[in-house]
């Protein structure tokens, strides 16, 4: 039996604490939340409240670090244009529901958490929402896009956006192509994480509303009444 411990710091700094996600990385965890919902500009979109639980992930000058605790990003990801057309995004949702085992899923009605609902609990609203592929054990390769955008007073700022590149199952590493071709090990999310990079803001990139990325976190208009709508959960649970 142990009975004397003698602190290591650097295993310590890698349990984080609950944070968000700021680098390019390879994250496993779970979606809390799958939201499909359609902007102002009429393109359709699925935004995911996903939980991380395991890490390892990219700085800007290319240090690679690895973690483990509780990490919770909100990413958008477009799957129809303001016209209706079939975007990447929706090659995304494809690739999720390969690595998830998902054949066929619809969209239900339902509670959508807002961003700041572990903290205000009216942070709801009616929505759809994707129950097939919450609640499961799956891994992301994302990568961060830096932005500019213009904040409610008038001033430029620097944000960011998270992208999904490759999802992939988290019980053997394989993307959904490795999965398809039944390749004998998984080879694809650890190559194109080697090489990548976070994403610069283009000298020549238009400035932003902070509507248009949700910089900073987007909030979903707030709507009340719930009939017809199943129980909601505490937001502690969502969380």
Known sequence: MITSFTRNDERA??????????????????????????????????????????????????????????????????????????TFGADIIDAMMVCLGVSKMDAVKGV?????????????????????????????????????????????????NLNILTPFDPANGKCAREILEKADKATVVEFRFATLKDKPVRSNAPVNDAAAYGAPAHQPAQTTGSAGMPPAPEPEDFF
């Open 112 to 160: 959508v958490y807002g961003r700041n609902a572990s903290r205000d609990k009216s942070d709801q609203h009616q929505g759809y929402r994707l129950p097939d592929i919450e609640k499961k054990p799956i891994g992301l390769l994302i990568q961060r896009e830096d932005r500019l955008y213009t904040d409610n007073t008038g001033v430029v700022r620097e944000s960011f």
């Open 13 to 86: 700094s890698a349990v984080a604490g609950f944070s968000g996600i700021s680098h390019t990385g390879i994250y496993t965890g779970f979606i809390a939340q799958a939201e499909i919902a359609e902007g102002k500009s009429g393109a359709q979109y699925l935004e995911i409240a996903f939980k991380c639980k395991q890490w390892k992930e990219k700085d800007a000058n290319g240090n690679v670090s690895e973690g483990t605790g509780e990490r919770v990003a909100f990413i958008r990801t477009y799957i129809t244009s303001k016209t209706g057309e079939r």
